[in-house]
């Protein structure tokens, strides 16, 4: 979020080298984990972001030594840096941080915005290149930043050594003494969830390997070689790893674990760390298409009703029927869930052009037209960068393209994500699938360049129900039935709104 918020000039590296460094200088308070505390850190970053002191700019190589391997995509960065600054803060919250209008209202009312609803419709308008890769740093992908001497590194160096061979001393004279590089494993009872709150820590450890202790502790150690000690962090038990599968589902043997809201895939030789979120209920996938369930998940079925096999929990090899792999998989008592690229299924849901948005919504299973949906959006649509709990897709506008142009359906798709916040990105589904950018699914509204039969290129933009398309940088703009049409050159610009 610094980065994108910051001025726009300069090399790439030292631009996310300050934005790093006005991160880390917001760290004191970090600690706090509440909705407020992550507010005012948020609010402390972009102040400085919006505001770069040129004191950044001294003794930045320790943040200039501690890149990551890749550089963010330039071309969002390029765009955004002809914007005025609280123009680019909106946009960033709006669109790469997925915060609701009214949120970023009041984030730019605590930065002293005078006209918040000014610089939300102008980033809103904004139609800037989606970034190629990742918008945004795992912690495990960064490297430490390192400020302080190398002689306090190097005696701490020679302790170590000494310790090291008193520790070979002890390990051959204690053969227990290596169990305090492990961190302390914990598993649920069998039936813990028919006793207590149906959350991750219920979940039973499954498998033909839950009782290979070896193959359990190499994985455990391997998590905690690869953090840089032994330690544990916060979450689950007092800290503690919780196993939630060992087996061989593929035919290798894999392990899972998890520590508060991460997840550990562990074969022998390599050790896979992801955010996975708490929910308690999204499956988790095991590779080959085989997921683990919930222990109190309802009998999974294939999305023709039969039922699909889940001995010990884990279901027989399931994929979405598209070509990219992405798409519904199968349903869980009312829900049908699918994979969207993360390590967990998501709760996938459907509703026509009739339905309004913020009317309730259930998760209801996909029918054959929700199905035919998603399988064209799942593919359409790049992978999200985060994991995703829930996605709901809603048409907004149904009807026949100008000028020759085929039946279409524009589509508002909002994904909510395992770490929080949501976003939302348009589709129209016609001839073939495209994107078409951000959309704000209490207020759809979305365009795009189109080539008609004919060969010619139009304009075409839709709003949801009660909004009328408006746009600016285009010419004859004529709108029938909530769908807009007008002319100019092609790839060109355009400030889209609904009124």
């Known amino acids: 979020m610094a980065y994108f918020v910051l001025p726009g000039r300069g090399r790439r590296a030292y631009r996310l080298a300050i934005a790093r460094r006005i991160v880390d200088g917001t760290a004191r308070g970090a600690r706090d984990r509440s909705a407020a505390g992550r507010a005012r850190r948020r609010t402390r970053v972009l102040r400085r972001a919006l505001r770069p002191s040129r004191r950044l700019q001294i003794g930045l190589g320790?943040?200039?030594?501690?890149?990551?391997?890749?550089?963010?995509?330039?071309?969002?960065?390029?765009?955004?840096s002809g914007l005025a600054p609280h123009v680019r803060a909106a946009y960033v919250l709006r669109h790469i941080e997925g915060l609701p209008r009214y949120e970023i209202r009041d984030q730019l009312i605590e930065l002293r915005v005078r006209d918040p609803w000014s610089a939300i419709r102008a980033a809103e308008a904004v139609r800037a290149p989606?970034?190629?890769?990742?918008?945004?740093?795992?912690?495990?992908?960064?490297?430490?930043?390192?400020?302080?001497?190398?002689?306090?590194?190097?005696?701490?160096?020679?302790?170590t050594a000494g310790l090291v061979g008193a520790l070979v001393v002890t390990e051959h004279g204690d053969p227990h003494a290596a169990s305090a590089r492990v961190p302390r494993l914990f598993s649920a009872a069998p039936d813990a969830w028919t006793r207590g709150a149906r959350t991750l820590d219920a979940w039973p450890a499954r498998g033909d390997l839950a009782g290979d202790r070896a193959f359990v502790r190499r994985a455990a150690a391997a998590w905690a070689a690869a953090s840089g000690d032994g330690s544990t962090r916060p979450g689950g038990r007092s800290g503690a790893v919780q196993l939630l599968y060992a087996g061989r589902a593929g035919g290798t043997p894999l392990a899972v674990l998890r520590r508060g809201d991460r997840l550990a895939r562990y074969t022998p030789g390599r050790l896979d760390v992801v955010p996975a979120g708490a929910g308690p209920s999204a499956p988790i996938a095991l590779g080959g298409g085989r997921y683990l369930l919930a222990p109190w998940d309802a009998r999974p079925e294939t999305l023709g009703g039969d039922r699909l096999a889940a001995p010990g929990g884990v279901t027989d090899a399931v994929r979405a029927g598209t070509s990219c792999g992405r798409g519904p998989l199968f349903h869980l008592g009312s829900r049908t869930v699918g994979d969207l690229?993360?390590?967990?299924?998501?709760?996938?849901?459907?509703?026509?052009?009739?339905?309004?948005?913020?009317?309730?919504?259930?998760?209801?299973?996909?029918?054959?037209?929700?199905?035919?949906?998603?399988?064209?959006?799942?593919?359409?649509?790049?992978?999200?960068?985060?994991?995703?709990?829930?996605?709901?897709?809603?048409?907004?506008?149904?009807?026949?393209?100008?000028?020759?142009?085929?039946?279409?359906?524009?589509?508002c798709t909002r994904l909510t994500y395992a770490s929080g916040g949501s976003a939302a990105q348009a589709a129209l589904l016609g001839a073939d699938a495209r994107p078409t950018g951000a959309c704000d699914a209490g207020r759809p509204v979305s365009g795009t360049w189109w080539r008609a039969p004919s060969d010619r290129w139009y304009y075409i933009a839709a709003a949801g129900r009660g909004l009328v398309p408006h746009a600016d940088g285009v010419r004859g703009a004529a709108t029938r039935g909530r769908l807009l049409v007008a002319t100019g050159t092609p790839r060109t610009p355009v400030a889209l709104t609904a009124r």
């Open 62 to 80: 320790p943040w200039l030594r501690a890149l990551p391997a890749r550089l963010p995509d330039p071309a969002l960065t390029a765009a955004l």
């Open 341 to 411: 690229g993360g390590p967990r299924a998501a709760v996938l849901s459907y509703h026509s052009a009739a339905w309004r948005p913020g009317a309730e919504s259930r998760p209801e299973r996909l029918g054959p037209r929700g199905r035919t949906v998603w399988n064209r959006l799942a593919c359409a649509a790049p992978r999200p960068a985060r994991p995703v709990t829930d996605a709901l897709a809603f048409g907004f506008w149904s009807g026949r393209l100008p000028h020759g142009g085929k039946s279409a359906d524009w589509v």
């Open 130 to 159: 989606a970034p190629r890769g990742a918008a945004r740093f795992e912690p495990e992908t960064l490297r430490p930043v390192r400020t302080r001497s190398v002689l306090p590194l190097a005696a701490a160096a020679i302790l």
